[in-house]
């Protein structure tokens, strides 16, 4: 039978995805990029915001007509939006045939079995387990993949609903990592991207102390692994052993990814952030002198209930002296379940979208000026694709790539010229030639950088 499998959310809901994937495959089972053709649906759902909540259940809606107009026998639900409201979901969306949480998506198999025999099964474990991870298929064929390398999370920020879902900080344990890097390596990855709510944590629940740059040492022995990427590092975590680590091996690029939430000490606060203004300039600071070509992108909330002007204001100050490379800003979301959802001081969406794309803007002038900056640098970078219909003036081929400052699907391209014929997960060196708002265009260099 033919499977269409739709995964929505973050990378590490792809992760999940992936894992389902191998096992519906051992199963037996095939699978189709055409939804009309699909016997089985199965939608892996986010429900991290309100907007993705919302893409999820218009996604399950829009499949479910396949059932009348096209071959599907049932449609699956698995995911955050099934772990969140599983005492509701197939009362309120009743086109399900079965759903699964988060802690249970290696019950995939057996919920696709019942689901076919009209059972209705639901399957939501602790989420205090970890799924057995069995085996892994890529979705796409692009030279890099993401490792989940742990579960859940305790920092319980006061806006956020992650715990409630994914449960506590669980680390996958280190032998079970490896073999899966391994694996993936052996099916062509060039680069991984370690993924956690919060990667930095890594081995303290398990082995007693952080792990992290241990972790690191031991992927960088992997032959033919070429790039480690390291998202999601809470900086109040980010010990000088994890920076040394960093500039001992030279597989892990300098790049952190550092989401930060806020600058006003006021609002850090009311969001139970474990950091003051202060103290996060100050760990900017160290790790630009550690490592003065790292890159270092984060995440702001602009519109956190009892946010002020004077607040924004500081929060402007904050994004022109910490100077990221990389800065993304999202609106608050109010979630239902979360200690912010009921604060005081609810700020309109409007005044939250405005807010947001003022400060944007600021960020774009200092994220401009730095790709200006890297006119005339050479710098390591991975292929993703080459451009079929366009060649450069003397015949070269066109590749869209990486630079090691940029991580997939949050930051920008480079576009390159190159004599030489590559593939997708090469990595090679490139001199900067012109930049274009985000992405940079170059030339490769036929010496290493």
Not at 87 to 103: C, M, R, S
Not at 165 to 192: D, F, H, Q, T
Not at 288 to 311: V, W
């Amino acid at each position: 039978m033919k499977i269409f499998f739709y995964s929505l959310g973050c990378d590490k809901n792809l992760c999940d995805s992936e894992h389902m994937l191998f096992l519906l495959n051992e199963a037996g089972y095939e699978f189709t990029d055409a939804e009309e053709e699909a016997e089985i649906i199965i939608i892996n759902t986010c429900s991290f915001i309100g907007d993705a909540k919302e893409e999820s259940i218009n996604a399950i809606l829009r499949l479910s007509d396949w059932k009348t107009e096209g071959r599907c026998k049932v449609l699956i639900a698995t995911g955050c939006l099934s772990e969140r409201y599983q005492e509701e979901i197939l009362k309120e969306l009743p086109e399900l045939d079965g759903v699964l949480g988060t802690a249970s998506w290696d019950h995939i198999v057996s919920v696709v079995e019942e689901a076919l025999k009209k059972h209705g099964p639901q399957v939501f474990k602790s989420t205090d387990r970890l799924p057995e991870i069995r085996g892994r298929i890529l979705s796409v064929n692009s030279g890099y993949a993401y490792l989940k390398i742990a579960e859940g999370c305790r920092k319980n920020c006061t806006y956020c609903i992650i715990p409630s879902i994914r449960g506590p900080y669980r680390s996958v344990p280190m032998e079970e990592l490896l073999k899966e890097a391994e694996a993936l390596v052996e099916n062509g990855v060039s680069e991984l991207i370690l993924v956690a709510q919060e990667t930095t944590l890594y081995g303290t629940d398990l082995y007693g102390k952080k792990m992290l740059g241990v972790l690191l040492e031991k992927l960088s022995g992997i032959k033919d692994l070429h790039w480690i990427r390291l998202l999601y590092c809470y900086p109040e975590e980010i010990t000088d052993e994890l920076l040394k680590a960093i500039k001992k091996l030279p597989k892990v690029v300098h790049y952190l990814d550092i989401p930060v939430q806020h600058a006003s000490d006021r609002i850090l606060k009311r969001m139970n952030r474990r950091t003051t203004k202060e103290e996060l300039l100050d760990r900017i600071r160290h790790i630009r002198e550690e490592i003065p070509d790292m890159a270092l992108r984060t995440t702001l909330i602009t519109g956190f209930p009892g946010e002020t002007e004077d607040d924004v204001e500081e929060l402007a100050s904050f994004i022109q002296t910490a100077s990221f490379e990389r800065l993304g800003i999202f609106p608050y979301s109010r979630e239902e379940g979360t200690p912010a959802a009921k604060m005081p001081d609810q700020i309109a969406d409007e005044v939250k979208e405005e807010r947001r794309d003022r400060l944007m803007l600021l960020q774009q002038d200092i994220v401009f000026k730095k790709a200006e900056a890297m006119i005339g640098r050479r710098v390591s970078c991975i292929i993703e694709g080459s451009l079929p219909e366009e060649t450069g003036p003397e015949g070269e081929y066109v590749y869209a790539g990486r630079t090691y400052m940029d991580a997939p699907d949050v930051d920008g391209m480079i576009f390159i010229f190159s004599r030489e014929l590559h593939m997708t997960g090469d990595i090679i060196t490139a001199e900067v030639t012109a930049c274009e708002d985000y992405d940079l265009t170059g030339v490769e260099c036929y010496e290493p950088a």
